[in-house]
């Protein structure tokens, strides 16, 4: 027999149906009332007059005779109070703090605490915590500030409860202490009810302590506990509470309470309640690796319980609950409910601090807090211009919860990213955007700025709910809810703030209106005796189940742990009876096992640690479960369960690698490609590290993901210092100066602040060089291009003798193959000539070694696999434009003749090991006694072997099988390694 019907026996049969509508029936929660109304309703043959049935704190407003206050008016009231102490008291500071006051002083009322003396501990421990400050804190300065908001807290406490008593307002727990102080006044002057019922409560607060303890004495009420032998004994957290109350000779009054008074001699007596001692229970505790799979196992699990009973003709499905520890598992348990339970009930909210909507409006939010100002010269003075960044913009634009809007006005909302892509505008202002987006309605909504003003913000928030209701009205039931939480919302914030009449800042506005949507729940409508109840664990009080799955049975979760968010010390809250994180833990214990006490079947689920380092603690309750109420019941056996996922090769077995075979056509479009636009060196080395990779940007032709950053990335920062060595070198060769002096290179050094921010704004416009990241790379490049400097004067001293040939220079070459010709293709970076020896310089920003750059091995060792070794690429690339500049035999480049005769040397600078100097390839030879002529013979077999295999149709292109070169790749999504 469940508590509710077993209680609601106890009280109709000691009440004529003519007076039991005298009675009032108290409970924990809103849910426990109907379900006692069923269970009272049910004994009764004919009808009559039920009582008063009611949540404790609906109970205590009715008697206090006040209206309880929104959090928002609580906070300007508070901070109306303050401004009386401290007028300069800045309101956005106020927000920060002030919800714990709240909290703080709630708990004082709640919990019936001299507030004088505990606010006199507080002050205390601040003035310590004051003197032990050496330095003098000026007058009037933050510090000094904070602590005197300790000195006047039991003064704005008085004047805040004056405050709203004068307007019959109050807070939760100042309701509770009026009930309490006034308790002969409202129960016995103004009795509304001839007896009350208080049931299944576990921690009493001093004011709902001291209202029971008086209406008990005064013979109009009785407690009715409810609670298991197992955790009455042995000093279990779970029955701290209901221990103290039990020996108390007032609240154990009346014969329900009878059956608990001689529980330590159990199993002597018989009359004590012992379920979780004596009967069956079936407890599972199931292991998973992460939080998001538990809906999906728990589902797993019901299904099977469907198919184990048959559903034969007049089967009556067994009470379940499914209970979330975590409750922001509402949503994918909802999503995961296997389709044959087709009634249910959600006595949970869906909570808007969930929802699209509520990431939405953060970061709408985020868009106008983080505008930047531009500043632009305009006749005399200069004027700011406010821009929005390109971040933010496609944020907000690509939102899941406004892309229904897109799919039916799309052409300007892709029109303005693409423009602002394209233009590489990392920011732009109101007026273009809009202008941009052709003044579209949406765009104009969401790009309006806001200029700090609240009212303006509102304006605005108004209307993207008018352009986003219609679609999803008669649609979507939950966003069409979204949306009309947030205009209630919207409407109950602006009536606050305009009974103020005082503007409030973008800041303060953002934190009241994050935390209203935080708060608001969208209840579910449903049937509230389905068999299925999808709760959180507060809502079971006084609900028994015959099944129960339990989530985010973790420590952490369930308890909470040690969480305190008050300015009253620890000491100070044990010392004036105010609860900590102990009580806290306690509360839990006793609302889980209560829920196991008349539960035939309990499944726990729990998060399990997945990789190295990860924390994932089961609950202590389990603990609890296996070593205390294993050994007392042999009949209540905890299982250990574990969801492990296959093996990584059974998972790439059912994933297997991607192939695009080379039919026809795709060898046509090899070929086009080689003729038309070459064969490169990175190109080659791409195939070879990955060759899906090589498909899709060389013959398919995707495009890589193009994103705008306000940082320089990697390659870019390459290119900056490339750029001015080229210019560098195209300005002389103007000038027709070669071979440069050491005044040459003084001069380059002092210009290079110059140089950069010229070459800065030019490549990267709407980039800002003089802050962040961005200073950090341009200082870098300051000092390697002093250095490469002072390392071509040292060359100058050592006696070299260095003529510039060509800067930067795409070299191309012809190569025969099959009935027709390919193209081969480099870009050098400079060609130079030291003393009789072509030097081919690739410049290298990242570090390079001289030892990546030759072969140490045998000819016979590495020509078999010297175009797919990993680890040659650097080689791979200097091997090719020595190729590509040998092969410009008698033809002019940057106005030198170039002859295969020559010697040419190619090697690297790398700007991160300049001490290295020129790291020549000295020693990759095809043969012992190797001549340009061989050189170029060898080297053009080996670009054959490479085509044919490109063309081959028996070598697929396929994905690399080391997936680290997935990590950063632009295609990893259309290929699925996307993590």
């Keep these: 027999m469940s508590f509710l019907s077993e209680t609601a026996r106890y009280i109709f049969e000691r009440h004529s149906l003519e007076t039991i509508a005298r009675v009032c029936v108290v409970v924990p929660s809103r849910r426990a009332v109907y379900f006692f109304k069923q269970e009272l309703a049910s004994l009764s043959d004919r009808p009559f007059l039920a009582p008063e049935v009611v949540a404790m704190d609906d ?50 009322d709640l919990y019936d605490s001299n507030a004088k003396a505990v606010f006199s501990w507080v002050e205390a421990e601040k003035a310590i915590e004051r003197w032990k400050i050496d330095t003098t804190i000026a007058e009037d300065s933050f510090t000094d500030k904070y602590f005197r908001l300790f000195e006047n807290l039991l003064g704005v406490y008085d004047q805040l409860k004056a405050r709203l008593l004068e307007k019959k307002l109050a807070y939760r727990g100042m309701a509770y202490r009026k009930v309490a102080e006034e308790v002969e006044t ?34 109009k009420a009785e407690m009715l506990w409810d609670a298991d032998v197992f955790y009455l004994r042995n000093q279990h957290e779970a029955g701290r509470f209901v221990r103290k109350y039990l020996t108390d000779a007032e609240l154990s009054r009346g014969d329900w309470n009878k059956r608990f008074r001689n529980y330590r001699e159990f199993p002597q007596v018989q009359t004590v309640p012992s379920d979780l001692l004596t009967q069956s229970k079936n407890f599972i505790s199931i292991g998973v690796p992460n939080a998001t799979m538990q809906p999906k196992v728990a589902a797993h699990l019901m299904a099977q319980w469907e198919q184990g009973t048959g559903k034969t003709k007049g089967y009556q499905p067994p009470h379940t609950a499914l209970v979330l520890g975590d409750e922001n598992l509402l949503m994918p348990v909802l999503s995961s409910i296997p389709n044959s339970y087709d009634d249910f009930n959600v006595t949970m909210g869906v909570s808007l601090r969930n929802s699209l909507l509520y990431s939405l409006v953060e970061s709408w939010f985020e868009l106008q807090r983080n505008v930047v100002e531009f500043r632009r010269k305009e006749g005399q003075g200069t004027i700011a211009i406010p821009k929005f960044s390109y971040k933010h913009i496609t944020k907000i634009l690509h939102h899941p919860f406004i892309q229904k809007y897109w799919m039916e006005n799309e052409g300007s909302f892709r029109t303005l990213l693409r423009t602002l892509r394209d233009e590489n505008r990392l920011f732009a202002d109101e007026k273009e955007i809009k202008e941009l987006g052709g003044n579209e309605p949406l765009i104009n909504t969401l790009f309006t700025r806001w200029d700090n003003d609240s009212s303006r913000a509102t304006r605005q928030m108004y209307r993207l709910i008018d352009l986003l209701r219609p679609l999803y009205v008669d649609k979507d039931a939950i966003e069409t809810e979204y949306l009309y939480e947030f205009y209630t919302i919207l409407k109950r914030l602006e009536r606050v703030l305009d009974e103020r009449r005082q503007p409030v800042s973008i800041k303060s506005y953002r934190r009241f209106l994050l935390e209203l949507l935080r708060q608001t729940k969208i209840p579910f409508s449903g049937e509230p005796a389905a068999p299925l109840q999808i709760m959180g664990m507060l809502e079971t009080r006084c609900l028994d189940f015959e099944r129960v799955i339990i989530l985010s049975v973790n420590e952490g979760t369930l308890p909470t742990g040690k969480k305190q968010n008050s300015l009253i010390p620890f000491d100070a809250a044990c010392e004036f009876g105010l609860p900590t994180y102990m009580d806290a833990d306690a509360v839990m214990s006793y609302h889980f096992f209560r829920l196991l006490q008349r539960a035939k079947e309990v499944i726990f689920l729990h998060t399990v640690p997945a990789g190295d380092g990860a924390k994932a603690e089961p609950s202590r309750f389990l603990l609890q479960l296996e070593y205390e109420l294993g050994e007392q019941n042999k009949q209540a056996k905890l299982q250990k369960k574990r969801v492990e996922f296959g093996s990584e090769r059974s998972l790439e077995e059912e994933l297997p690698v991607l192939r695009i075979t080379k039919n026809e056509q795709i060898q046509r479009e090899i070929l086009q490609s080689l003729a038309n636009r070459g064969l490169y060196a990175t190109h080659l080395n791409m195939y070879y590290q990955c060759s899906l990779k090589y498909y899709f940007k060389r013959i398919a032709g995707v495009a890589e993901e193009e994103e705008l950053s306000t940082t320089l990335e990697a390659n870019d920062f390459g290119t900056w210092v490339h750029e001015v060595l080229e210019r560098i070198d195209r300005e002389m060769i103007e000038r027709n100066v070669r071979v440069y002096e050491r005044a040459d290179y003084e001069r380059f050094t002092q210009q290079i602040p110059s140089r950069l921010e010229a070459v800065f704004q030019e490549k990267f416009p709407g980039q800002v060089m003089n802050e962040g990241q961005n200073l950090l790379l341009y200082n870098l490049a300051k000092r390697n291009l002093r250095n490469y400097f002072q390392l071509r004067m040292d060359e100058l001293d050592a006696g070299y003798r260095v003529e510039v040939l060509a800067p930067e220079q795409k070299l191309v070459a012809t190569l025969a193959y099959g009935q027709g010709t390919v193209q081969v293709a480099g870009k050098i970076d400079r060609l130079e000539r030291v003393n009789d020896v072509i030097r081919i310089v690739d410049y290298k920003t990242g570090k390079v070694d001289a030892k990546n750059l030759d072969l140490k091995v045998n000819q016979d060792e590495w020509q078999p696999v010297f175009l797919t070794n990993q680890n040659w690429d650097v080689m791979r690339q200097l091997w090719l434009y020595k190729y590509l500049v040998l092969k410009q035999n008698d033809k002019r480049v940057g106005g030198v003749e170039l002859s295969a005769t020559q010697t040419v040397q190619p090697g690297m600078i790398s700007f991160r090991n300049l001490a290295a100097g020129f790291m020549a390839q000295e020693n990759l030879r095809f043969r012992p006694d190797e001549t340009p002529e061989t050189f170029l013979e060898d080297s053009e077999a080996m670009l054959t072997q490479f085509i044919d295999e490109l063309l081959d149709p028996s070598r697929a292109f396929e994905q690399t099988v080391d997936r680290s070169h997935c990590e950063y790749c632009d295609y990893a999504r259309i290929c699925g390694r996307a993590n």
């Design 59 to 108: 109970f205590i407003l009715q008697r206090a005779e006040v209206e309880e206050i929104d959090p928002v008016s609580l906070l300007f009231e508070l901070y109306d109070t303050f401004k009386t102490i401290d007028p300069h008291l800045d309101f956005d500071r106020f927000t920060s703090w002030a919800p714990v006051v709240l909290r703080d002083f709630d708990q004082i």
């Design 186 to 219: 409202i129960f016995l002057d103004k009795p509304s009810h001839a007896f009350h019922y208080f049931l299944g409560f576990n921690a009493l607060s001093q004011s709902e302590e001291r209202i029971l303890r008086k209406l008990v004495s005064l013979n």
